[in-house]
């Protein structure tokens, strides 16, 4: 079984600074780690995902993620925020092997002020 | 265009009359999932299809019910619905059920009981 920490509930920031949403997962078998966005009212939508190799990802949006086995984490960032970046932020592990069941995180708020 | 179709995007119950959430989809994907999201929390999975093959988790109340008539309609029965069952319903789909292809979500249910 596969769990995941996102260790902000909260994260406010103001437009155009950079910004790091935390995720932490735990897991006894290899991984594939995702992050979603979810807007006001919408449904969740991939941002970037990590299958295997290079560590770092990018995704849409301008974000990019990187994957550090070593310390369990795969941490969300973006170099300068906007206004419509303001949504939910989950995080989502699944294993590697069989059927893709994905355990999400409790989500990180991400508020961008002007 | 909608790939992932949610109705109603808005529901009002009365405490124990029986709901229907309904969820279609235009990807012509295998698998289809419901899940339940309560508020600032993760999405739970209740049940996920691969074809007509249903797979229930093991969490999830007898109160809810699903049922899958084709490949693009997938419905979630809620047979006598709590104060505790109050929540954004979401609906996705997805390929194969392989990592490797993206999970797509619908806009979701809001279920309100009264």
């Known amino acids: 079984a596969q769990s995941v920490t996102q260790l902000d509930s909260q994260v406010p920031v103001f437009e155009e600074a950079p910004v790091e949403l935390r995720c932490n997962y735990s897991?006894?078998?290899?991984?594939?780690l995702f992050w979603y966005v979810q807007y006001p009212n919408q449904g969740l939508q991939l941002l970037l995902k990590?299958?295997?190799?290079?560590?770092l990802v990018k995704g849409i949006n301008g974000f990019e993620a990187e994957f550090n086995k070593s310390q369990t984490s795969f941490h969300l960032r973006k170099p300068s925020v906007h206004i419509s970046d303001t949504a939910e932020y989950f995080c989502a592990v699944s294993g590697t092997g069989g059927s893709y069941i994905p355990t999400f995180g409790r989500g990180t708020s991400l508020i961008v002020h002007p | 265009d909608a790939m992932v179709i949610q109705n109603p995007r808005y529901q009002v119950t009365q405490f124990g009359k029986p709901v229907t959430l309904s969820c279609s989809q235009t990807?012509?994907?295998?698998?289809m999932y419901w899940y339940q999201q309560k508020s600032s929390q993760a999405p739970k999975l209740l049940f996920h299809y691969y074809d007509k093959d249903f797979n229930n988790e093991a969490d999830t109340p007898d109160n809810f019910q699903s049922r899958r008539p084709n490949t693009s309609f997938c419905f979630l029965d809620i047979r006598s619905p709590g104060l505790g069952d109050a929540a954004m319903y979401l609906c996705a789909t997805h390929l194969n059920g392989h990592a490797e292809e993206t999970q797509y979500f619908g806009p979701g249910t809001r279920l309100l009981v009264l």
């Open positions: 990590y299958l295997s190799g290079s560590t």
């Open positions: 897991s006894s078998v290899s991984v594939y």
């Open positions: 990807l012509n994907h295998n698998v």
